[in-house]
């Protein structure tokens, strides 16, 4: 009688030879490239940053279960790993590292377990963590370090610059045309390889672009939740571009700028907090590019990635109810 019983669990609902262990070691294989691509344009500071994140989201996740919830510690499912490497890769590479600690402690501890653990959060803890930072610590937040271009193995710089959304969003705000802002920014080729300052996991599209596929082989994620939100993206700030040029970037500096394909790779698609059918994850991309913008383009910030997966996160409910496909017989 016992084997006929149903099994009901949170998500994530995976099947067949998938388990959550073995989903997050897909998505740690997915994001090493990009993280050597960080190592490679900021040095050893950048994975000085990814450590003591993941080293500092696993242990407060076994303090808070082991000691506070008086469970037991599922830190060997990887997903507080691939929590701190998310939040790692949402930070610039010259971060103190007692805000990366406190941005794991929020991620893990509010983001996450306050809701219940894995598969409860409602939000991306990562996510979570990284906008809780942006606004205590904006100066720490939005103090980039310059590329290395001659001594790689270096462990600090201490160049700031500027990223290429701040240099336009600065440059529109007062009052310059974007084609004269295009000197001082990177060519479209720089952006996709990720010669540019930014945060140490969004700078190299190609390498998001190489773990996206590994992913979608491994059949981790789907192309739905991705292709609407950087489709949106790019049809949005087009529509902007054509009716004033001067005043709006184009499309494709938008999508190749800032963490637009980090967050639709590897944000959209995280299986506790996005919609359950490729309808809703239609929506919910397309949601997402359409905020991203409004930020970007009238907003107080210059990226508004985070912000519009966090406010899209909260729809996620809403798109699923909206979405949920027809019982069987009906």
């Known amino acids: ?3 006929k019983l149903l099994n009901v669990s949170l998500s994530p609902h995976v099947y067949g030879r998938f388990s959550v262990h073995q989903m ?6 997915a994001l090493l490239p990009a993280l050597a691509m960080s ?8 994975l000085r940053v990814t450590l003591i994140a993941i080293v500092s989201a696993v242990l407060f996740e076994y303090i808070i279960q082991k000691f506070m919830l008086k469970v037991k510690p599922s830190i060997s ?3 507080a790993i691939v929590t701190g490497l998310l939040l790692a890769y949402n930070l610039p590479s010259n971060l103190p590292w007692w805000i990366i600690v406190v941005g794991s402690l929020v991620s893990i501890g509010l983001g996450k377990m306050s809701f219940g653990g894995l598969g409860n959060n409602p939000f991306n803890p990562a996510l ?22 001659t001594d790689r193995w270096q462990l600090a710089d201490a160049s700031t610059h500027a990223t290429p959304l701040a240099i336009v969003k600065e440059g529109l705000f007062a009052g310059e045309a974007y084609p004269d802002l295009i000197a001082q920014i990177p060519s479209y080729l720089d952006l996709f390889l990720g010669r540019m300052g930014g945060c140490i996991g969004e700078i190299s599209a190609l390498a998001l672009l190489l773990g996206c596929l590994y992913l979608l082989y491994r059949k981790v994620i789907t192309w739905h939740a991705p292709v ?3 489709g949106s993206m790019f049809i949005f700030s087009g529509l902007l571009w054509l009716t004033n040029p001067a005043k709006f970037a184009d499309p494709l500096f938008h999508v190749l700028a800032g963490g637009a394909f980090l967050g639709a790779i590897y944000m959209t698609t995280d299986l506790v907090t996005s919609p359950m059918t490729h309808q809703g994850m239609l ?10 913008i409004l930020i970007r383009v009238f907003g107080a910030y210059p990226e ?10 909260a729809f996620v409910p809403l798109i699923n109810r909206m979405c949920k496909p027809k019982r069987f017989g009906e």
């Open 1 to 3: 009688m016992k084997d």
């Open 24 to 29: 997050m070691v897909d998505v740690v294989i």
């Open 39 to 46: 190592v490679y344009i900021f040095g050893l500071h950048a």
């Open 77 to 79: 499912d990887g997903s």
């Open 128 to 149: 979570v963590g990284r906008v809780f930072l942006v606004i205590s610590f904006p100066v720490e937040m939005t103090t980039w370090p310059k590329p290395l271009l």
């Open 228 to 230: 609407s939100m950087l």
């Open 283 to 292: 929506i919910f991309g397309t949601g997402i590019g359409i905020i991203t």
């Open 304 to 313: 508004g990635v985070s912000f519009a997966i966090l406010i899209m996160n």
